[in-house]
């Protein structure tokens, strides 16, 4: 798929989506967790290793000729579409970036070609952020420095998370072209509208709780609940953003904390499951554009202490893992791999004696 094909298919169809967690565990490591929604075609997912001192060019409006970038810092991405199109990433220093989609919310700044230099595309914005800081401060201070600029005005716009090893996180989204960031102790980021508007959106679920709801009387008759569960009665359960965030935030919140990071990971991933979302679903019935088994193409967790970073895809559930402190990133060549060299699920045939 071409350039302004794969920008403008991935941007302006509706079944784009993503729901992001953060868990913590009993030593107090933060992991983030993610899924990333297209139901409109294979996004050729890649895992890309990109070592210190690679130098990249930002795609502006017709061509490769915006800002170039090298890495201070090696980092592992998962990529989409393109290589240089890395959507969730961790780097050595242990700083994670992702971005998530933002459909019909936010404006950047017109393409200026006198600022070309300081352009950056807003799908290569990760890709920079991860081989250039180490700290959220350092990430506010780059965004400021730079023109975010969208390379297919069909496209949607996007909005992205930051995280690092102090536990420190934020959203920053781009409103009437300037950076706005907000601080993101919830841990949870999905799509539109805006983030403040999910924060505020949860005050209509405040009579959610974990657990049973209590028999009451209702006149002279008993009423009592079916099965366990019922203090969630009434979350939303549609794949909207909104109701996406919701379920995140409660899912995740009271979930049992975990002695390790690793099982912490395992969490993430088990949450994350009922975030799936079938094809057919977001598509009118005989309209669904591309046999895949999932429009949840993909799910990450990234551990930020100890520099490692997990995906499972919709073709394999098999969890797969990069260890950074194994990557030699003074020494290691690029390289961008498919995450699935079998399009199949594999089905392990059990034999009996």
């Known amino acids: 798929m071409c350039l302004a094909s794969a920008i403008a298919t991935i941007g302006t169809n509706t079944a784009d989506a993503c729901t992001g967690i953060t868990l913590t565990a009993k030593d107090s490591t933060k992991i983030l967790a993610r899924t990333i929604e297209w139901g409109g075609s294979d996004l ?13 060019q930002s795609y502006i ?15 592992v991405g998962l990529a989409v579409e393109q290589k240089e199109f890395i959507a969730e990433g961790l780097n050595e220093k242990g700083l994670s970036a992702g ?18 230099a300081q352009s950056i595309a807003d799908l290569q914005l990760v890709s920079w952020i991860l081989g250039e800081c180490q700290s959220i401060e350092e990430v506010k201070e780059a965004i400021n420095k730079v023109h975010v600029i969208a ?6 716009t996007v909005h992205w ?9 934020i959203v920053l989204e781009i409103i009437d ?38 028999s009451q009387k209702l006149g002279n008759t008993e009423i009592s ?18 109701s996406r965030f919701v379920r995140a935030a409660f899912y995740q919140t009271t979930a049992p904390m975990q002695d390790t990071s690793e099982e912490t990971v395992l969490q993430g991933f088990q949450i994350l499951n009922n975030f799936d979302i079938p094809v057919g679903i977001e598509f009118s019935k ?5 046999n895949i088994p999932s429009a949840t193409q993909w799910t990450s967790a990234t551990d930020m202490n100890n520099l490692k970073i997990y995906f499972r895809t919709m073709y394999n559930s098999a969890i797969r893992s990069v260890n950074l402190k194994e990557i030699d990133f003074e020494k290691v060549k690029y390289r961008a791999v498919p995450m699935d060299t079998q399009k199949q699920q594999p089905v392990y045939s059990i034999k009996v004696k």
């Open 225 to 242: 609940q079916f099965g366990a569960g019922s203090g969630f009665l009434g979350i939303p359960g549609d794949v909207t953003p909104p």
């Open 177 to 214: 072209g300037k950076p706005v960031f907000y601080n993101n102790e919830l841990g949870v980021l999905t799509n539109s509208p805006d983030f403040n508007w999910q924060m505020t959106n949860l005050n209509n679920y405040v009579n959610l709780f974990p657990g049973s709801a209590p």
């Open 161 to 169: 998370r930051f995280a690092d090893t102090t536990g420190k996180q």
């Open 44 to 56: 050729n997912s890649q895992y890309v290793i990109v070592p210190r001192g690679y130098t990249a």
């Open 99 to 116: 971005l998530f989609y933002f459909p019909k919310y936010g404006k950047y700044e017109d393409y200026n070609a006198s600022y070309k």
């Open 61 to 75: 409006p017709g061509g490769v000729d915006g800002m170039k970038f090298t890495s201070k810092y090696g980092y």
């Open 286 to 290: 005989g309209q669904v554009p591309a």
């Open 151 to 156: 390379i297919d005005p069909r496209a949607s």
